[in-house]
């Protein structure tokens, strides 16, 4: 039973001494207070209240093809030219342009994503067609706002 108490003991003061150390680190406390600020894991925007938004962002897109129900309500469409946004509203039209041929297309906001770190938006299989990412798969692109 001593035993057991002087391996709790040492443990909880373990943990004492490295609370201390990870608290102290400064990289630590910011991503805490970033973490802190953004828990549902949405998009937090820095456009000012009442100005247009012509482009909400750029960087990778994928693509989805696999029959699923969508977040709007019904089922994925691989034939339609719809996408997945993790924070513009469901209805919204963007113009989706690849940055390496500059081929765009206009699809509709109907589904959540996607959920993978470093993409922005998930394309229906035909638009990504449209614009010749599916052979690699992903591809970084320009969104721009088009309206509801």
Do not use: C
Not at 19 to 43: F, H, M, Y
């Amino acid at each position: 039973m001593r035993s057991i108490l002087l391996s709790t003991s040492l443990l909880f003061m373990l943990q004492t001494v490295l609370l201390q150390i990870v608290v102290a680190d400064p990289a630590t406390a910011a991503s805490r207070k970033i973490n802190k600020a953004n828990r549902n894991g949405a998009a937090r925007s820095t456009r000012k209240p009442g100005s247009r938004a012509s482009a909400p962002g750029s960087g990778i897109a994928s693509f989805y093809w696999q029959p699923q129900k969508v977040s709007a309500g019904g089922t994925f469409d691989p034939h339609a030219m719809t996408a997945a946004h993790r924070t513009l509203p469901f209805g919204t039209r963007v113009r989706v342009t690849h940055a390496g041929n500059g081929r765009s297309v206009d699809v509709k906001i109907n589904d959540r994503g996607p959920f993978t770190g470093g993409r922005i938006i998930d394309l229906s299989k035909a638009a990504a067609e449209l614009i010749g990412m599916t052979a690699q798969g992903i591809a970084r692109v320009k969104i721009t706002v088009l309206g509801q």
